[in-house]
């Protein structure tokens, strides 16, 4: 008597138009389809690439450098490690022990770290850096493949005292990011 009142409800539904789906089997007007079961689909290593970057290289400008005798935030291999990290994030740059890809070259041209606030607040000054330059996709024997202008800007919090490992850090993640997406673009 049950299955039969379910078999009534199914065809009164069915017959409105309603789509019911009932021990894996789907009545559309007045139609049955059977569901069929989602198989995963499988990784077959076809689709993986190599590593473009093997190596990120990080310069300095003379001007850069010349304005980084005084400044205690900036840190070039903190620069470099986050570069790298977001490279292989994204799977663009193999293990430290790879050695498929080729060296990027990237020479820093302008740095600025400027207060956007005369006061200190809780000990940190509110601050706008900024962070550019050239980086240089290379070949093997070191020649340039092609290159691309990044940019990066950030709003930060120095430390009014001291030295703060942290304090550039979305800064290099922004110039990082840029980097990645310049890579990825061939």
């Known amino acids: ?5 379910l078999l ?4 009164v539904l069915g017959g409105c138009g309603a789509n019911v789906t009932m021990f894996g089997h789907t009545v559309s007007e007045g ?33 850069v450098k010349q304005q980084l005798a005084g400044d205690k935030q900036f840190d070039a291999e903190v ?9 292989r994030s994204r799977g663009l740059m193999g293990p430290l022990e790879s050695t498929s890809g080729t060296p990027i070259d990237i020479l820093i041209d302008t740095y600025s770290l400027q207060p956007t606030t005369d006061a200190a607040v809780s000990g940190r000054v509110a601050s706008a850096g900024k962070l550019s ?7 093997e024997s070191g020649r340039e493949q092609r290159s691309f202008k990044v940019q990066a800007e ?4 120095i430390l009014a005292t001291g030295k703060d490992p942290e304090a550039l850090s979305a800064l290099y993640k922004d110039l990082a990011r840029k980097v990645a997406d310049g890579i990825a673009a061939k």
Do not use: C, Y
């Open 133 to 139: 330059g050239l980086v240089r996709v290379l070949d």
């Open 1 to 5: 008597m049950r299955g039969m009142a």
């Open 31 to 63: 139609k049955s389809h059977t569901k069929e079961p989602v198989a995963p689909v499988e990784s077959t290593g076809a689709a993986k690439t190599d590593p473009v970057v093997r190596d990120v290289l990080l310069s300095l400008n003379a001007t």
């Open 8 to 11: 009534m409800a199914l065809l």
């Open 154 to 157: 950030a709003g930060l919090q």
């Open 79 to 87: 620069l470099r490690a986050s570069i790298a990290a977001e490279l």
